[in-house]
């Protein structure tokens, strides 16, 4: 029986503007409880084909509408997520388990994002440039690039899928989108949204299922000309170089082995307090979460042990109850490897300082939860170093010196997001020049990146392209260049007119 707070028991896809009902399906379970909170279609290659005929058709139209008239549909979009907010992050909390007032939070990128999305509708600026020739007018414009595909991560199910629909949208493009199977109900509700607020069907279509069915075919479907894909390093890397073969152009934002930076003249309560929120928070299931420490030895001590006492506060649990803190791990799968991680970093002889376990019994019986782990003297070469663990467990690694700090953050094969906290304020300077990564906070956590800033990552963790911010129009949109000759004659370029 599906969850109250659901519409269906049974979600469909949405292609053309309809419903369409799955022939397969597989449960979507609650990770705080593991109850079966809804039942998701598992489509097909011909499911695809359909929504990719029905975009084709429908962003003919949708590409000729003004870029302004296109963009009042996202102001009301974002209206209705408004009005809406509470019960997204309740349902945002049931499928995916972050604790509510993170869900709270990433509902609210989503509105954020709708409003400074539809706000692009009056800029999405070109540039005019002088042209060779007199009586010459040149300029270069965006241009909609047709039907776009995007694949979305089950860890940020709304806010990820607002960065890149939004700006695909108010540029004139169709849209398939393929949500992760674990959480399917944000797409659910979005394409209510979408569809209440005046969306032309066909715009965006939702067909769900899995990465080996349906991504799979919207990777080689060629008439989808984009992919833009949150996930792992190895879908990432596969998806790319089907791409390339084709010629496709792709967008990939993956991986992250994300550092503090606390050096010894840093407020260490302040340090201490971002660690813990970037390492725990989301129970450490963000692409941008701190699992690495690098810590100057003449503070490692003094920060270790504010750090161990501020997570005593630390309530782990259902996050629906607002006092709970660290919320559930998404599946079995993230629970194992998290579980081998602990295993590796003690055979490699770093010293466990707190956590490590799976948490059983009680309250934590029916779901899946995992302590809030720190690991120290870790150093910069171990796998817990190295490799995405993507769960609540952190590493400290000691370090000398400012420089040293740079070097063990830069030497990894990611390069997401860094933080260093410093009151030095040529140490700040220095490190948002050399830290290589597509994030640099100062005095902050590894999380909390903002909307209309460019999120993405330097080295593995990407391909050079950027989700949200303004930068997000690059990948949905193709630039051209247009000559106005007005001269009324024919000026052949590249020939001497003397
Ligand atoms: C992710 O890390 O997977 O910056 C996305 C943040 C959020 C988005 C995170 N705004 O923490």
Same mark, same amino acid.
């Given at each position: 029986?599906?969850?109250?707070?659901?519409?269906?028991?049974?979600?469909?896809?949405?292609?053309?503007?309809?419903?369409?009902?799955?022939?397969?399906?597989?449960?979507?379970?609650?990770?705080?409880?593991?109850?079966?909170?809804?039942?998701?279609?598992?489509?097909?290659?011909?499911?695809?084909?359909?929504?990719?005929?029905?975009?084709?058709?429908?962003?003919?139209?949708?590409?000729?509408?003004?870029?302004?008239?296109?963009?009042?549909?996202?102001?009301?979009?974002?209206?209705?997520?408004?009005?809406?907010?509470?019960?997204?992050?309740?349902?945002?909390?049931?499928?995916?388990?972050?604790?509510?007032?993170?869900?709270?939070?990433?509902?609210?990128?989503?509105?954020?994002?709708?409003?400074?999305?539809?706000?692009?509708?009056?800029?999405?600026?070109?540039?005019?440039?002088?042209?060779?020739? $007199?009586?010459?007018?040149?300029?270069?414009?965006?241009?909609?690039?047709?039907?776009?595909?995007?694949?979305?991560?089950?860890?940020?199910?709304?806010?990820?899928?607002?960065?890149?629909?939004?700006?695909?949208?108010?540029?004139?493009?169709?849209?398939?989108?393929?949500?992760?199977?674990?959480?399917?109900?944000?797409?659910?509700?979005?394409?209510?949204?979408?569809?209440?607020?005046?969306?032309?069907?066909?715009?965006?279509?939702?067909?769900?299922?899995?990465?080996?069915?349906?991504?799979?075919?919207?990777?080689?479907?060629?008439?989808?000309?984009?992919?833009?894909?949150?996930?792992?390093?190895?879908?990432?890397?596969?998806?790319?170089?089907?791409?390339?073969?084709?010629? $496709?152009?792709?967008?990939?934002?993956?991986?992250?082995?994300?550092?503090?930076?606390?050096?010894?003249?840093?407020?260490?309560?302040?340090?201490?307090?971002?660690?813990?929120?970037?390492?725990?928070?989301?129970?450490?299931?963000?692409?941008?979460?701190?699992?690495?420490?690098?810590?100057?030895?003449?503070?490692?001590?003094?920060?270790?042990?504010?750090?161990?006492?501020?997570?005593?506060?630390? $309530?782990?649990?259902?996050?629906?109850?607002?006092?709970?803190?660290?919320?559930?791990?998404?599946?079995?799968?993230?629970?194992?490897?998290?579980?081998?991680?602990?295993?590796?970093?003690?055979?490699?002889?770093?010293?466990?300082?707190?956590?490590? $376990?799976?948490?059983?019994?009680?309250?934590?019986?029916?779901?899946?939860?995992?302590?809030?782990?720190?690991?120290?003297?870790?150093?910069?070469?171990?796998?817990?170093?190295?490799?995405?663990?993507?769960?609540?467990?952190?590493?400290?690694?000691?370090?000398?010196?400012?420089?040293?700090?740079?070097?063990?953050?830069?030497?990894?094969?990611?390069?997401?997001?860094?933080?260093?906290?410093?009151?030095?304020?040529?140490?700040?300077?220095?490190?948002?020049?050399?830290?290589?990564?597509?994030?640099?906070?100062?005095?902050?956590?590894?999380?909390?990146?903002?909307?209309?800033?460019?999120?993405?990552?330097?080295?593995?963790?990407?391909?050079?392209?950027?989700?949200?911010?303004?930068?997000?129009?690059?990948?949905?949109?193709?630039?051209?260049?247009?000559?106005?000759?007005?001269?009324?004659?024919?000026?052949?370029?590249?020939?001497?007119?003397?």
């Amino acid at each position: 029986m599906a969850n109250a707070l659901v519409d269906k028991e049974v979600l469909m896809n949405h292609i053309n503007g309809q419903w369409v009902k799955p022939e397969e399906t597989r449960d979507v379970i609650n990770p705080a409880n593991g109850e079966v909170v809804v039942k998701v279609p598992l489509s097909t290659k011909e499911d695809v084909d359909q929504a990719v005929q029905a975009a084709k058709q429908a962003q003919k139209k949708w590409a000729l509408e003004p870029a302004p008239q296109r963009a009042e549909i996202l102001y009301e979009v974002g209206r209705i997520m408004k009005e809406r907010k509470e019960h997204l992050s309740k349902l945002l909390t049931l499928e995916n388990g972050k604790v509510l007032e993170e869900a709270r939070g990433e509902v609210q990128e989503g509105i954020d994002m709708a409003f400074y999305m539809a706000g692009e509708g009056r800029r999405m600026f070109g540039q005019t440039t002088n042209a060779e020739l $007199k009586d010459k007018f040149a300029m270069s414009v965006r241009a909609p690039i047709g039907v776009v595909g995007l694949i979305t991560p089950w860890n940020f199910p709304i806010a990820i899928a607002t960065w890149k629909s939004f700006p695909a949208i108010v540029a004139g493009n169709a849209v398939i989108w393929k949500p992760a199977t674990e959480t399917p109900i944000m797409a659910n509700e979005l394409m209510k949204i979408f569809a209440e607020a005046g969306l032309p069907k066909g715009v965006v279509n939702v067909v769900f299922g899995t990465g080996g069915s349906v991504g799979d075919a919207m990777v080689h479907h060629p008439a989808i000309k984009v992919i833009s894909f949150t996930g792992s390093n190895e879908t990432g890397s596969n998806i790319a170089a089907e791409c390339g073969r084709q010629l $496709k152009k792709v967008s990939l934002e993956m991986g992250g082995k994300n550092a503090v930076i606390v050096m010894d003249d840093a407020d260490l309560d302040l340090a201490a307090e971002g660690v813990i929120w970037s390492a725990f928070g989301t129970s450490g299931q963000r692409c941008t979460a701190c699992s690495r420490v690098i810590v100057h030895e003449n503070v490692k001590e003094e920060l270790e042990s504010k750090v161990l006492q501020k997570m005593k506060g630390l $309530k782990i649990g259902d996050g629906l109850n607002e006092d709970v803190k660290v919320g559930p791990i998404i599946n079995q799968a993230g629970m194992d490897k998290i579980k081998k991680y602990i295993q590796i970093g003690q055979e490699e002889g770093a010293k466990l300082l707190a956590g490590g $376990k799976e948490l059983t019994g009680g309250d934590h019986a029916n779901g899946l939860y995992f302590e809030p782990t720190v690991f120290t003297d870790a150093t910069m070469d171990m796998r817990i170093a190295q490799e995405e663990i993507f769960g609540p467990v952190v590493s400290f690694i000691p370090v000398a010196s400012f420089e040293e700090a740079i070097d063990v953050n830069n030497r990894v094969e990611f390069g997401l997001s860094s933080s260093i906290f410093t009151r030095d304020v040529n140490q700040v300077y220095r490190a948002q020049r050399d830290l290589d990564t597509g994030i640099v906070y100062v005095n902050a956590g590894t999380t909390g990146a903002e909307i209309h800033l460019p999120f993405g990552g330097t080295k593995g963790t990407g391909n050079g392209h950027r989700d949200s911010g303004v930068q997000a129009l690059d990948v949905f949109t193709e630039w051209k260049a247009v000559y106005v000759d007005y001269s009324g004659k024919l000026q052949r370029a590249q020939i001497d007119v003397e």
